[in-house]
């Protein structure tokens, strides 16, 4: 487990029809060494339709967005089919069991949290976050969007900037996409 690379901290929020995923560039090794400061975890897929942001073992999460982009050329871009299909996969396929990795997808319409154990998650109050700096993300972005006007962008950005002065495992060289 000491030279595994994990990807960090991914938020997404929804506001005024715009949904944004934003997503730190730090890659760690192990639970103490910086590997990557600039890495991108956020990303555009199926004719930049989708976004998606992943977190954990970095070589998991690029298996787990291949196989969802699969799903969304078999299902024409329904986010919420490929996304359970991709899920019954995931429980199936012992290979896709071993996966350490967890995605937040988006389009127009919804966004959705993929978890590591095979689950589809629709996520509360138009935020999510995932990762290590996940849980600090999501308090303050659900702060933001209780408290102010903020755009989606705007929340997305702030929430990940204040994890990554509070988590060890995130930083604040972000990538943002909307949608």
């Known amino acids: 487990m000491e030279g595994m690379f994990k990807g960090t901290t991914i938020c997404a929020v929804r506001r005024n029809g715009k949904t944004v ?4 560039g730090q890659v760690t090794m192990g639970q103490s060494v910086i590997f990557k400061s600039n890495a991108v975890k956020v990303r555009r897929i199926y004719n930049d339709q989708v ?26 871009g329904n986010l919420m089919k490929s996304a359970v299909e991709l899920a019954s996969l995931w429980r199936l396929d012992k290979a896709l069991r ?6 937040i997808v988006a389009d127009k319409e919804k966004m959705l949290i993929l978890s590591g154990t095979g689950e589809v998650i629709e996520p509360q109050d138009d935020v999510c976050a995932i990762g290590s700096g996940g849980n600090y993300a999501l308090a303050a972005a659900k702060a933001l969007m209780q408290n102010t006007k903020l755009s989606a962008k705007d929340v997305a950005t702030k929430a ?5 002065e509070i988590c060890i495992f995130t930083n604040s060289n972000l990538v943002v996409e909307e949608v």
Do not use: H, P, Y
Not at 21 to 24: F, L, M, P, R, Y
Not at 57 to 69: G, H, I, K, P, Q
């Open 21 to 24: 995923v934003c997503g730190d």
């Open 160 to 164: 990940l900037k204040i994890a990554s």
């Open 98 to 103: 071993q996966l350490e990795a967890m995605m």
């Open 51 to 76: 976004v998606v942001g992943f977190a954990g073992t970095v070589a998991d999460a690029f298996s787990l967005c291949e196989r969802f982009e699969e799903m969304l050329n078999k299902f024409s």
